[in-house]
């Protein structure tokens, strides 16, 4: 095997260490666990891929390997690096087939297939659907309204609020009263009332065979609570990988112990500095604590080069994290040299920050370097506001991530309502919605309807037996042809798909004005349907992992080739451009003033500042604004607030930055004053007209 090892020669020591955990002279044994910490761009994928392609060239069945990513698109590239590495060492005959990796996909997705496979022993219908958020945060709704916590004297929470209520309680495994306590304070008063709607919520979902995203995990945890089901799901799996690990909460990490309660085949990466997502109850305590949680310890290899940035810029990130008490050691260090150190700008306000951006973006690109190979980054998505008015009025074309999926765009929640309602005809949430599309058909015909169908034994039947609403008409009769139709399973998947399509769109004309951008969304839905064996294949993964929808881009991009990148810090994780620059890297914002409560939220603000400043290959640009305008005052006001730099960089580490002042003084400053000021240029105009 030595001389087919060579595909690891392209990985350094460190890399190569992981990937060869557990395998001596060209054998596969149930290795000790392994933590994989992985700084930012120090070639984690890479190292995984090779990992796992190294363990099936040495003898480990892919069948009998469990990789949980956090996307599908990730377990997706994961699965086919895998494939090319396998098949150029052992060719075609001996190489890795599509579907040998069979056990890739994020935690979700392997929760429910795995509930499906194992119903019948913990009393669930193998046929149940998945509910996304909003049809969670509606059935939360509707119980609410029925106990009449709907018409309290006092301010109740929302739906969301409950919902995030419930959800922070489950997959943190926290008892309400701390969650009231830690994060809803407001809502600390209504403790009594929120346990009866979550147990009825519970209640109502278990009548209509329904699961929500948090009960994917919940009822995994719950089954492997039995040891011999526990001991049988993870005899399935020799090798269990997981990816992003600083970003799992205690129920994913609570399964994964279960599963391989010694670390035997165990194997967990990622980087506690990128920990970012505790408003998703994802905890930094899981990869911190996960080497102690084994005796003996599991092993610990650290990934410490990056192949992305620039040296001043990762010497300035180290910096910032170091500062974080407590964190695996690591100093990331590259080959790549440069003189240039990021720079803080200091700007008078947030007009002058985007000026400063919109000029020294169309700077760049006149020097070569594409609007795409730069980014914008900013703590909250209206940060952008006046930077998105200032690139509107250079005409420079740009797209911005952190908005809606397309499980959030109405007129796709409408077409998925109406397959999930043929998939189970007693999802309440998904009938309610379909049926209120019809003209004449109010709350009150979709409760009767709904009502009759809960009623029959064969729901569909049950909804042939209810009278059309007097306004419906024709309108009711097509809906009932077309679940009918669909349910007979004549045409085959995606042939329901299309007849769902066809059957929907003249509501969607009559209901939404853009119809061009969303019939574009349903086209690609169809596109993307296709892709699936079944419609419950679809519908499960689409409600697990929704791409993003058309209507989500800013701008018209698909009309030029180029367009610049606007993000969230969040949704910029795992991403990388030339140029960055950070808005308002100011207490107030980076810190946000909504996150400064705990200890806890001030170091994943100081995470989150880290993450948006390695995403920059060769500059970065961190903006200061010196004041800001408050919200709510007259278009002419002038009420401002002044901002001071971030406390993540105190005067001790200014020495790794370059510290400038944007406009500069003098002529040139004039010059860009003047430009500003000037609407029409009529002198210029006068010259023109004799040349």
């Not at 809502?187 to 519970?202: K, N, Q, S, T």
């Amino acid at each position: 095997m030595a001389a087919t090892a060579a595909y690891l020669d392209a990985l350094n020591s460190e890399q190569r260490r992981a990937a060869e955990h557990g395998v001596w002279n060209g054998r596969c044994s149930s290795p000790s666990p392994l933590l994989i910490i992985a700084g930012a761009g120090s070639g984690k994928t890479n190292t995984l891929a090779h990992r796992v392609a190294h363990l099936i060239v040495n003898g480990a069945d892919p069948r009998r390997i469990l990789l949980m990513t956090f996307s599908r698109r990730a377990a997706s590239e994961m699965t086919r690096r895998v494939e090319r590495i396998c098949n150029r060492v052992l060719g075609d005959k001996g190489g890795l087939s599509a579907d040998a990796l069979m056990w890739a996909g994020t935690f979700h997705g392997i929760g429910a297939r795995i509930l499906r496979d194992y119903a019948e022993q913990m009393g669930l219908d193998p046929a149940f659907t998945i509910h996304d958020r909003e049809d969670s945060a509606d059935q939360m709704n509707l119980v609410r309204h029925e106990l009449g916590f709907s018409k309290t004297k006092s301010r109740f929470p929302t739906k969301g609020t409950c919902l995030a209520v419930y959800s922070r309680s489950v997959n943190a495994e926290l008892p309400l009263e701390e969650v009231l306590r830690r994060f809803f304070p407001w809502c600390a008063g209504w403790h009594d009332e929120l346990r009866r709607i979550f147990a009825g919520y519970v209640e109502a979902k278990q009548a209509q065979n329904v699961l929500d995203y948090d009960d994917l995990l919940l009822y995994w945890s719950q089954l492997v609570t039995d040891p011999l089901l526990a001991e049988d799901i993870g005899g399935r799996f020799d090798h269990v990988m997981v990816d992003e690990y600083q970003d799992t909460n205690r129920l994913q990490s609570s399964i994964l112990l279960a599963l391989k309660p010694g670390g035997r085949g165990l194997t967990v990466v990622g980087d506690d500095a990128q920990s970012i997502y505790s408003f998703r109850a994802a905890t930094v305590r899981n990869i911190l604590e996960f080497p102690a949680q084994f005796s003996p310890p599991a092993e610990v290899v650290t990934l410490e080069q990056n192949y992305r940035s620039t040296q001043p810029i990762l010497s300035a990130a180290n910096a910032v994290i170091e500062l974080t008490p407590e964190r695996f050691t690591k100093n990331l260090w590259t080959e790549r040299t440069s003189v240039d150190r990021p720079q803080l700008v200091t700007v008078k306000d947030e007009m002058d920050q985007a000026r400063f951006i919109a000029h020294r973006v169309l700077e760049n690109r006149e020097e070569g370097m594409s609007l795409k190979q730069q980014a914008i980054l900013f703590r909250a998505s209206h940060h952008s506001g006046p930077l998105e008015v200032e690139l509107t009025r250079r005409n420079i074309p740009f797209v911005k991530f952190g908005g809606l999926k397309f499980l959030d765009a109405a007129h796709v929640k409408d077409l998925l309502a109406a397959l999930r309602l043929v998939q189970n005809p007693r999802d309440r949430v998904a009938g309610f919605r379909v049926m209120q599309l019809l003209p004449g058909v109010g709350p009150a015909s979709a409760q009767r309807a709904l009502d009759a169908m809960a009623a029959h034994p064969n729901p569909l039947e049950g909804l042939s037996t209810v009278s059309a609403p007097a306004r419906a008409g024709d309108d009711w009769t097509s809906f009932v042809a077309m679940l009918r139709a669909v349910s007979a399973n004549d045409a085959g998947w995606p042939g329901e798909f299309e007849l769902v399509r066809h059957w929907y769109e003249p509501h969607l004309e009559r209901i939404h004005e853009d119809v061009g951008t969303r019939l574009a969304d349903l086209v690609q839905l169809e596109q993307i349907a296709s892709g699936y064996p079944s419609r419950e294949r679809f519908l499960t993964e689409l409600t697990l992992d929704p791409p993003d929808a058309t209507s989500d881009q800013a701008g018209v991009p698909t009309l030029d080739e180029d367009y610049l990148i606007l993000s969230t810090l969040h949704s910029a994780k795992g991403q990388e451009w030339k140029s960055v620059f950070i808005l308002n890297v100011v207490d107030g914002c980076i810190p946000s003033d909504l996150g400064v409560g705990h200890v806890d939220e001030i170091e994943e603000e100081r995470r989150l500042l880290y993450v948006g400043m390695t995403r920059a290959k060769d500059n970065l640009h961190l903006m200061i604004p010196q004041r800001f305008f408050t919200h709510g005052q007259a278009a002419q006001g002038d009420r401002h607030v002044y901002a001071s730099r971030t406390r993540f960089i105190p005067k001790s580490l200014l020495h790794h930055f370059e510290h400038t002042t944007w406009p500069v003084a003098g002529a040139e400053a004039q010059a860009q004053a003047a430009a500003r000021n000037v609407r029409i240029d009529v002198g210029a105009r006068m010259r023109s007209m004799w040349r």
